[in-house]
């Protein structure tokens, strides 16, 4: 039988938020935290277990006051579902600590969410469980509404400066990735640990979950994401 895991990422610095924790954030018109709500989601589904959210070093208290009182206080969701884990210099290096967190627990499958995602669907969040545990990995992901172009730009120019088109690409052939991902545990943390090794050797980031199961595992699954699933970014994506 399958036991879920889930890590909310939370660790980042918001600079594009003008240094404004976002998921410490109230949601205009409701009762929570950009956190919160994310965190709510996951742990309304009784198929999740151990709720791991990945913190900037030594913030712990302002994540967990960022959290609805009642889950903080009650016997279904006490401490031994709700981890902090120390974030790392990388996204990647924070999803890391927090998979080291969960070895204990030793979880089947584990979905990976941004903490600012805090419209994520609960049943997006079941449908990403079913799929991990049938193809071993996952992602929900939306169809591209623009003709995207992959660019060449001189050595040394600015991003300001104008650019060259190098192909033109089929907008049929992308999507854009969201949250929550699905991975069976043991192969992500392999893969997260052949990830940490390979960033020693060369000057490599990765921007998500799916990539370094890609590159040291395999194939991952794509299911239809949800247009509400959106990432509060800049200011003007919560209105503040």
Same mark, same amino acid.
């Given at each position: 039988m399958a036991s879920i895991a889930a890590i909310l990422c939370a660790a980042g610095s918001s600079n594009r938020m003008g240094g404004v924790k976002k998921e410490y954030l109230s949601l205009p018109g409701k009762p929570f935290t950009v956190l919160g709500a994310a965190f709510s989601a996951f742990a309304a589904s009784p198929r999740i277990g151990p709720i791991?959210?990945?913190?900037?070093?030594?913030?712990?208290? *302002?994540?967990?006051?960022?959290?609805?009182?009642?889950?903080?206080?009650?016997?279904?969701?006490?401490?031994?579902r709700i981890l902090f884990a120390s974030g790392g210099l990388t996204r990647r290096a924070s999803v890391h600590n927090a998979l080291l967190m969960l070895?204990?627990?030793?979880?089947?499958?584990?979905l990976i969410h941004d903490g600012a995602r805090p419209w994520?669907?609960?049943?997006?969040?079941?449908?990403?469980?079913?799929?991990?545990?049938?193809?071993g990995a996952v992602i929900p992901a939306l169809p591209l509404l623009e003709t995207p172009k992959e660019l060449q730009r001189t050595e040394g120019a600015a991003p300001e400066e104008a650019a060259f088109i190098k192909r033109h690409l089929r907008r049929a052939d992308l999507c854009s990735a969201q949250t929550p991902q699905g991975f069976k545990y043991?192969?992500?943390?392999?893969?997260?640990?052949?990830?940490?090794?390979?960033e020693k050797r060369e000057h490599i980031e990765y921007t998500d979950d799916a990539e370094v199961w890609g590159e040291f595992i395999g194939?991952?699954?794509?299911?239809?994401?949800?247009? *509400?699933?959106r990432k509060i970014t800049f200011p003007e994506d919560i209105g503040v």
């Open positions: 791991v959210i990945t913190v900037p070093p030594g913030a712990e208290g *302002e994540a967990r006051a960022a959290l609805p009182a009642e889950l903080r206080s009650s016997e279904l969701h006490s401490a031994e070895e204990p627990y030793a979880p089947s499958h584990v994520i669907n609960p049943c997006l969040i079941e449908k990403v469980i079913d799929a991990a545990i049938r193809f043991a192969e992500i943390l392999t893969a997260h640990e052949k990830a940490a090794e390979r194939r991952v699954a794509v299911i239809p994401g949800d247009s *509400e699933n």
